[in-house]
Nanobody, 123 residues
């Protein structure tokens, strides 16, 4: 069984930064994709960023502001978020894709999810 636990969310002013962490436990493979998604109230869950052993992808809305990284030794995935905007406010989830291949962008491709961490960006 794979478990993911996010942390690092909070309240920040526009223009500020936060770093989210996701600790992964259980049987996983470093070659498989880890992703970050977010969901704002009344909206569908949307892709933010993902990283596998050879590919890193971002949503256009966060490109240049967010960075996904992975520390294999610590079984942890990070999302560094800079220049935050009020529209970045959402619950952020990390996810693990058990398959070696598939879309990075669809939440349906991911098999395991964390419980989420709230990020609120104020004006």
């Amino acid at each position: 069984q794979v478990q993911l636990v996010e942390s690092g969310g909070g309240l920040v002013q526009a223009g500020g930064s936060l770093r989210l962490s996701c600790v992964v436990s259980g049987r996983t493979f470093s070659s498989n994709a880890m992703g970050w998604f977010r969901q704002a109230p009344g909206k569908e869950r949307e892709f933010v960023a993902a990283r596998s052993w050879r590919t890193t992808v971002y949503a256009d809305s966060v490109k240049g502001r967010f960075t996904i990284s992975r520390d294999i030794a610590k079984n942890t995935v990070y999302l560094q978020m800079n220049s935050l905007k009020p529209e970045d406010t959402a619950v952020y989830y990390c996810a693990y894709r058990a398959s070696i291949s598939g879309s990075y962008y669809s939440p349906l491709e991911y098999d395991y999810w964390g419980q989420g961490t709230q990020v609120t960006v104020s004006l």
